[in-house]
């Protein structure tokens, strides 16, 4: 349980970053906060020869409210974002879901955006970036993407980011004229990954579901009245697999019940 | 900054419970043997090296942190608390630490100096939490002994005696 050897690089700039990843490609792993690159290194299930520091890198910080949504930068940590005095006001499901990312000791060191660059199907926030449509911030040596959040997931730890590239920022979109929202969970205890997560966004109109914990990677649904059966039919095509947690079919139910909760509670803030 | 290579050991200076200190570190050597091997500071435990049971927890940068959870080299010029640094002189305990003892709320202590450490910095932004937000905070923590009930119980103890003092 102790990492495989690696060089280290504390960069001072971006353009030091992206010199690095530009030169090692598939051999850097960037670290942030390396709440989630630290485990995998001890694990050796990562072991890359070279490892980026971007913590320094000042041009990579800063909440901000742009184009109608809140830009994250990529060293900004969990509880950062969590007690920006404008979270609550700008997007609520971001304010709702936070609290279950981790554990305090966890938030204060693990960033936003890493936790988005490791895509984990279980975790909250990438949950959160598919639910509200947001878009990931990519740049390398070469040029800038940016990518959609529906784009961005690919698989188990599996993303759109191309090995020269490190996200800069992710972009939450704010909370629309009438929106309501809800984020549930169920998991073994508070601060682990999720079993199955469910985040809502529920309009005059419709509302949407994303649903994480089930699949190689966060789903979205859009629904309209008949949440039951749709739910059902949704929940069934769920690619959900067996694991040490939890058995396919739990998790299936957990979609139904859950995520029946989730979309009420979205519905009834929509008409609050 | 230069390249730091996989093999050679690197200087790391930080601070540590007010000290100016430094010693050697492999990129590759985590917060938690650095502390304790390179400088000796054992209260810092290691347990489940992942980041899920909390027995390593120190404050990093005013913040609570898994110290398996960073790199030695990433804490180069930090400002780090560790458990040693909570007594107030040789041979007195603090009053978080004091209520622990008082009420049995450790049996074999693997646990306690992460716990300990969570609590210092969270009484100081929240010094009158109720039983549930505290029990939500401690969800950080794993202890297979105690059954948690003393830890509560020592908690909201010394969140008292601290805000008494304070008054």
New interface residues.
Partial sequence: ????????????SLAEAHDVLAAEGGDAAV?AG??SL??L???RMARP???V?I?HVDELGGISIEDNCIRVGATVRQ?ELLTWPGLAQHQPLLAQALPWV?????R??GTVCGSVALADPSAELPLCLLALGGEVALSSKRARRSVQAVDFFQGIMSTARNDDELIESVSFPCRGEGEGFAFREFAR???DFAIVACAAVASAKSVRLAVGGVADRPVVRDFDDAVDDALAAFASELDARDDLHATADYRRMLVRELGRATIEEARKKCRA | MPRLSANTRHTVRLEINGRAVEGEAEPRMLLTDFLRHRLGLTGTHVGCEHGVCGACTIQLDGAPARACLTLAVQADGACIRTVEGLAPEPGRLSVLQEAFRRHHALQCGFCTAGILMSLDWYFRRTPDPSEAELREFLSGHICRCTGYVPIVAAALDAAKRLRDTKS
Avoid: N
């Fill in positions: 349980m102790k990492p495989a050897p690696f060089d280290y690089v504390r960069a001072e670290i390396g709440q630290v485990p290194l001890s694990m020869g070279v490892v520091d913590m509880a981790g554990h305090w000791q966890t204060a060191r205890r508070h601060g």
